[in-house]
């Protein structure tokens, strides 16, 4: 019910953070954008274009999010990140996964759609505050040389 209250009081659900930063700038901006897709969602529930907005916006999301993992892939396995199969395995499993809720969400059950949203946010930063963080020591030094 939280997620309603937020709703009501008309903010994003997603408010950035310099603690969600890793220092790789171009991560970061990606990162954002994500985010960005994520609030758009939110917002949508409540707007009078609401499937068009939901639609492009899921779209605009799952493109960008296999955009990002791969930048992040080639980046981890250009310097040799030792845990790049599981982080790899992570994103995998991500995209399947929004794929699945694409194909099952009720564009008109608000209910189902603020679940779908919320487990969207809670992912991006988990996986941003302990996944993709772990990958930084491993890379950041060798990209400031
Ligand atoms: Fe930024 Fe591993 O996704």
Redesign the pocket.
């Known amino acids: 019910m939280e997620l309603y209250n937020l709703k009501d009081n008309n903010m994003s659900l997603i408010i950035w953070l310099d603690r969600y930063d890793t220092g790789i700038t171009e991560?970061d901006i990606q990162?954002r954008r994500l985010a960005g897709f994520i609030n758009t969602l939110f917002d949508a529930i409540s707007h009078k274009d609401k499937n068009s907005i939901l639609n492009q916006t899921l779209t605009d999301l799952i493109n960008y999010t296999i955009y990002?993992?791969k930048l992040?892939e080639d980046l981890m396995q250009k310097h040799h990140y030792n845990e790049y199969d599981a982080?790899k395995w992570?994103?995998k499993l991500f995209v399947e996964k929004i794929n699945h809720y694409i194909e099952k969400i009720q564009i008109n059950d608000n209910k189902s759609l603020l679940a779908i949203i919320n487990y969207l946010k809670d992912w991006l930063l988990n996986?941003?505050m302990i996944?993709?963080k772990k990958y930084v020591p491993a890379i950041l030094p060798s990209m400031s040389k």
Do not use: L, R
Request: charged residues 25%.
């Open positions: 991560v990162h990002h993992f992040e982080h992570e994103h996986h941003i996944t993709d």
